[in-house]
């Protein structure tokens, strides 16, 4: 793509995520530009110098920043952006603009490292020359890239996020209304018990609005939250009548699913 040294415009670059990658970039040796609500220089003055553009912004904003942006970019220039949520920013990308588009999904939070478990989702959208700078720039920092489609990505993060972190609220509720004090719970959890407690606290050093957005903006979340309602609807009748078969019944589907090689119960 010709990347140089003055080549990058982070349009939320003053927040967590924007930040973080604006790191990275600096630390390949690229000058990092960062537009946020209060810097001076504005994303109108920057993006038609940058040959990338990143949109790093709330899901619930990230649309409207992109119709704002997007028409400023040149077709040569490669323009992501960052929000966990794929469908609707890769249409806005695409549609309104004539550049490069990838959309990316860094599949955890900002400040982290690379380890084994770092992964970066990549949604292709245009330009084969810039989804493939941008690729080779997250596998130097050592992060693994999965390539997939904005909607399959989409449904999937309607399970793995929307889910996930629907049942981390669902169980924080249950406690903050169970009658006991957070106390006298940590003072006779298991381990096991302890990772979740410490899993709700990570979860709100993280703004509100993050967790709305996910659950509320991905169309995708809501069919498998039904799911999860029914599921859980499904194990409460089972254990309200006392159905030991019907336990093992579900027992065996997920140990099928997981391919655990453990003795069923008996």
């Given amino acids: ?12 670059g003053t927040g967590k995520m924007g930040s973080w990658l604006g790191t990275l970039f600096e630390a390949d040796g690229l000058q990092v530009v960062s537009i946020g609500k209060d810097t001076v220089l504005k994303a109108r003055d920057a993006v038609p110098l940058c040959k990338v553009v990143v949109v790093s912004v709330p ?47 860094p599949l955890f939070g900002p400040g982290e490292t690379a ?20 690729e080779r720039f997250f596998k130097r920092k050592g992060f693994a890239v999965s390539m997939i489609d904005p909607e399959t990505h989409d449904r999937m993060m309607g399970l793995i996020q929307g889910v996930n ?13 169970s009658g006991f004090s957070l106390e006298d719970m940590t003072e006779l959890s298991t381990a096991s018990f302890m990772k979740r407690i410490e899993r709700i606290h990570a979860m709100l050093a993280q703004p509100g609005e993050l ?24 194990l409460i009748g089972i254990v309200r009548k006392g159905d030991t078969a019907g336990f093992e019944r579900i027992w065996k589907t997920i140990t099928r699913f997981f391919g655990h090689n453990g003795k069923v119960l008996r």
């Fill in 1 to 12: 793509m010709g990347i140089d040294s003055s080549s990058v415009c982070i349009i939320g």
């Fill in 165 to 177: 972190h629907f049942s981390t609220i669902v169980l924080a509720l249950c406690m903050a209304e």
């Fill in 59 to 105: 899901i619930s904003d990230a649309v409207e920043v992109i119709s704002e942006v997007a028409p400023l970019v040149r077709e040569e220039t490669l323009l992501v952006d960052l929000t966990s949520i794929k469908s609707a920013t890769m249409r806005a990308m695409l549609s309104l603009s004539k550049a490069q588009v990838a959309g990316v999904h």
């Fill in 211 to 234: 967790f709305q957005s996910l659950l509320m903006e991905n169309k995708e979340a809501v069919g498998f939250l039904n799911n999860y309602h029914d599921q859980a609807g499904r």
């Fill in 115 to 134: 380890g084994p478990s770092s992964r970066v989702a990549l949604c292709p959208g245009r330009g084969k020359e810039g989804i493939q700078w941008i």
